[in-house]
């Protein structure tokens, strides 16, 4: 059984394959009302499931009662820069949705997903937080800018 956040993630996603533009608006309390549940519980979702290492942008509008502007990513190397160009340290997790991101468009390989998976794994860098963190980043960029790098460049 999908659970709430489930379906509001489902209807998110279904209102965002509509849109021509890649781009709704939407408000916090009308969703809410829709699905039976508080503004926070909508807020979560759009917290955890449309991030940018996911491929969304959310931005929420001044004014307007809690108007919400979810944005999903145009597919490109463009991405990397918007997703880790600025990064200084990454948790595994968020390391691995950036790596399903770019899977999911097609800008790498499965196979190479996995390499860099296993390479930014904390038992591979065996070191202790916070530096951990900071070197798994690092080596993100780098690979990452290795494999979008053209070819002969």
Same mark, same amino acid.
């Given at each position: 059984?999908?659970?709430?956040?489930?379906?509001?993630?489902?209807? *998110?996603?279904?209102l965002?394959?509509?849109?021509? $533009?890649?781009t709704?608006? =939407?408000?916090?309390? /009308? %969703?809410?009302?829709?699905?039976?549940?508080v503004p926070?519980q909508?807020?979560?979702?759009?917290? $955890?499931?449309?991030v940018?290492? !996911?491929?969304?942008l #959310?931005?929420a509008r001044?004014?307007?009662?809690?108007?919400?502007r979810?944005? !999903?990513? @145009?597919p490109g #190397?463009? /991405?990397?820069?918007r997703?880790?160009?600025? #990064?200084v340290a990454i948790d595994q997790?968020r390391a691995q949705h950036v *790596?399903?991101h770019? @899977?999911q468009?097609? %800008?790498?390989? =499965?196979?190479?997903?996995?390499?860099?998976?296993?390479?930014? /794994?904390?038992? $591979? *860098?065996? *070191? /202790?937080?916070?530096?951990?963190? @900071?070197?798994?980043? !690092?080596?993100?960029?780098a690979? %990452?800018?290795?494999?979008?790098k053209p070819?002969?460049g």
């Amino acid at each position: 059984m999908a659970t709430l956040s489930d379906a509001i993630e489902a209807y *998110l996603r279904g209102l965002l394959e509509a849109a021509e $533009t890649g781009t709704i608006e =939407v408000q916090r309390a /009308d %969703l809410a009302e829709r699905f039976g549940c508080v503004p926070s519980q909508v807020s979560y979702v759009l917290m $955890t499931r449309f991030v940018p290492e !996911r491929g969304y942008l #959310v931005e929420a509008r001044r004014g307007g009662g809690g108007g919400i502007r979810i944005t !999903r990513l @145009r597919p490109g #190397v463009e /991405d990397f820069a918007r997703l880790v160009g600025n #990064v200084v340290a990454i948790d595994q997790a968020r390391a691995q949705h950036v *790596l399903e991101h770019f @899977r999911q468009t097609g %800008l790498i390989t =499965v196979r190479e997903a996995q390499m860099i998976r296993a390479a930014l /794994d904390r038992r $591979t *860098l065996g *070191l /202790d937080l916070p530096e951990r963190d @900071r070197i798994r980043a !690092r080596l993100l960029k780098a690979m %990452l800018a290795a494999v979008f790098k053209p070819e002969g460049g």
